[in-house]
């Protein structure tokens, strides 16, 4: 089989990010420099955007309730350069800010009960594991319990 057949075919159940696409190619024994040459040319027919990748994967991830950290270690886990990262994520940003995710996230988690340390300690644990800034997470906890009569 050869690597324009294996790339196309790698790319047929889902979209892959150029980083991606290297690393398995890679581990399919092929050169580096031909490598080089199928990502350009996949890259020219927009089968691999890394960009439209990121806002993808933005609104699946920003979806699920993840915090802007985890999202970009999760892109940049799969290869895509931290400067795409962030243009992408200045571009997407309007619709919604990290903060007001934050807070959705931290509602589910209350689920209309009464803010005390417990709670508190839970949704400040949950936030941080799904990604989102120890700032974030403060401003969270402080405007839920100011919400809440605190």
Same mark, same amino acid.
């Given at each position: 089989?050869?690597?324009? +057949?294996?790339?196309?075919?790698?790319?047929?159940?889902?979209? =892959?990010?150029?980083?991606?696409?290297?690393?398995?190619?890679?581990?399919?024994?092929?050169?580096?420099?031909?490598?080089?040459? @199928?990502?350009?040319?996949?890259? !020219?027919?927009?089968?691999?955007? +890394?960009?439209?990748?990121?806002?993808?994967?933005?609104?699946?991830?920003?979806?699920? !309730?993840? !915090?802007?950290?985890?999202?970009?270690?999760?892109?940049?886990?799969?290869? @895509?350069?931290?400067?795409?990262?962030?243009?992408?994520?200045?571009?997407?940003?309007?619709?919604?800010?990290?903060?007001? =995710?934050?807070?959705?996230?931290?509602?589910?988690?209350?689920?209309?009960?009464?803010? +005390?340390?417990?709670?508190? !300690?839970?949704?400040?644990? =949950?936030?941080?594991?799904?990604?989102?800034?120890?700032?974030?997470?403060?401003? @969270?906890?402080?405007?839920?319990?100011?919400?809440?009569?605190?």
């Amino acid at each position: 089989m050869d690597i324009k +057949d294996t790339a196309l075919k790698y790319l047929a159940s889902r979209a =892959r990010t150029s980083g991606e696409m290297r690393t398995r190619l890679l581990e399919k024994g092929f050169e580096a420099e031909e490598i080089q040459q @199928v990502i350009k040319q996949l890259e !020219g027919l927009h089968y691999l955007d +890394d960009a439209d990748y990121c806002a993808r994967y933005f609104d699946y991830a920003f979806g699920k !309730g993840k !915090g802007t950290l985890r999202v970009k270690r999760e892109l940049e886990e799969k290869g @895509v350069d931290r400067e795409v990262i962030q243009i992408a994520l200045e571009d997407y940003e309007g619709a919604q800010t990290e903060l007001e =995710r934050a807070k959705l996230q931290a509602a589910k988690i209350a689920e209309g009960r009464l803010p +005390d340390q417990k709670l508190m !300690g839970k949704i400040g644990r =949950r936030l941080t594991a799904l990604g989102y800034s120890s700032d974030i997470v403060y401003q @969270v906890i402080g405007a839920y319990m100011r919400e809440q009569g605190q």
